[in-house]
């Protein structure tokens, strides 16, 4: 072995005894219960890139394995990267353990799902129909959030009235809803005929709007709002005045 050699060698030796431990080869760095506190900051704050690098740093080096690749699906989801979260969901889904555990999962699947509108409607559904108690309420929600992200703001806000009025003191909504309100009756087929209705209305003194409603696979129909209320009374107030003036009007 030459000198130039025997030299480089002695510092290779010298590099790999003093590197931290926990470090890696190339890019290192230490993991440990801060990485996974500063990840789940990252998490709270939305930077997804940010919470993604620090859970996939922890699922590596074992740092709470299980909830480390749950969050790093979640952070792949909102990244936009479905097929590579459903995989990572697929392998927690594998070693899943205990009925919590198997629904958080569930959920989070149905998220991984929502590039395709028509299978992640199912799954929620099929949560929905299944789900008991306070994981209920997180289904919910859920699911009220994948109606409005797909445009469907009608659709949103039943779900998240009727979770309110099921749960009064849940905290899975993200504001306070509007708990009551007054629509009419049905849902119409063409905008048109929502429209003529709306200005009917108008006509007689009572403002409204106009809300879509669009399921997965299906066309949209179309429902007038007159207002909504966080108390009941004036709801009952308001449709007893359209009842007045020869307009349909029940609460929600």
Same mark, same amino acid.
Request: glycine fraction near 8%.
């Given at each position: 072995?030459?000198?130039?050699?025997r030299?480089?060698?002695a510092?290779?030796? !010298?590099? !790999?005894?003093?590197?931290p431990?926990?470090?890696?080869?190339a890019?290192s760095?230490?993991v440990t %219960?801060q990485?996974?506190?500063?990840?789940g900051?990252?998490?709270? +704050? +939305?930077?997804?890139?940010?919470?993604?690098?620090l859970?996939r740093?922890c699922?590596?080096?074992? /740092?709470?394995?299980?909830?480390?690749?749950?969050?790093?699906?979640?952070? !792949?989801?909102?990244?936009?990267?479905?097929?590579k979260?459903r995989?990572?969901?697929r392998?927690?889904?594998?070693?899943?353990? *205990?009925? &919590?555990?198997?629904? =958080?999962?569930?959920?989070?699947?149905?998220r991984?799902?929502?590039?395709?509108?028509?299978?992640?409607?199912?799954?929620?559904?099929?949560? &929905?129909?299944?789900?008991?108690?306070?994981?209920?309420? &997180?289904?919910?929600? #859920?699911?009220?959030?994948? =109606? #409005?992200?797909?445009g469907?703001?009608?659709? #949103?806000?039943e779900?998240?009235?009727?979770l309110?009025?099921?749960?009064?003191?849940?905290?899975f909504?993200? %504001?306070k809803?509007?708990?009551y #309100?007054?629509?009419?009756?049905?849902m119409?087929r063409?905008?048109?005929?929502?429209?003529?209705?709306?200005? =009917?209305?108008? +006509?007689?003194?009572?403002d409204s /709007?106009?809300?879509?409603s669009?399921?997965p696979?299906?066309?949209?129909?179309?429902l007038?709002q007159?207002?909504?209320?966080?108390?009941?009374?004036g709801?009952k +107030?308001?449709v007893y *005045?359209?009842?007045k003036?020869?307009?349909?009007g029940?609460i929600?």
């Open positions: 072995m030459t000198l130039h050699m030299s480089n060698f510092l290779l030796i !010298l590099v !790999l005894f003093t590197l431990t926990g470090c890696r080869w890019g760095y230490t %219960e990485t996974f506190t500063d990840a900051e990252a998490y709270l +704050k +939305k930077d997804w890139l940010g919470a993604y690098t859970f740093r699922r590596r080096m074992d /740092v709470h394995k299980e909830d480390a690749e749950y969050h790093e699906a979640l952070c !792949l989801v909102e990244l936009g990267r479905f097929e979260a995989s990572r969901l392998e927690l889904r594998d070693d899943v353990d *205990g009925n &919590q555990w198997s629904q =958080r999962i569930d959920l989070a699947m149905a991984a799902r929502e590039d395709n509108p028509d299978r992640a409607e199912r799954l929620y559904l099929q949560m &929905q129909d299944h789900a008991g108690g306070a994981y209920r309420e &997180q289904v919910m929600a #859920a699911y009220a959030g994948f =109606r #409005a992200r797909i469907d703001s009608a659709g #949103a806000g779900i998240r009235r009727r309110a009025r099921m749960y009064p003191s849940t905290s909504l993200p %504001e809803p509007s708990r #309100a007054v629509q009419a009756p049905v119409y063409s905008r048109e005929e929502a429209d003529g209705v709306r200005s =009917r209305a108008l +006509k007689a003194g009572f /709007v106009v809300l879509t669009c399921a696979g299906s066309s949209p129909l179309y007038v007159y207002g909504s209320f966080y108390q009941q009374d709801a +107030k308001l *005045g359209l009842r003036n020869g307009i349909e029940i929600r």
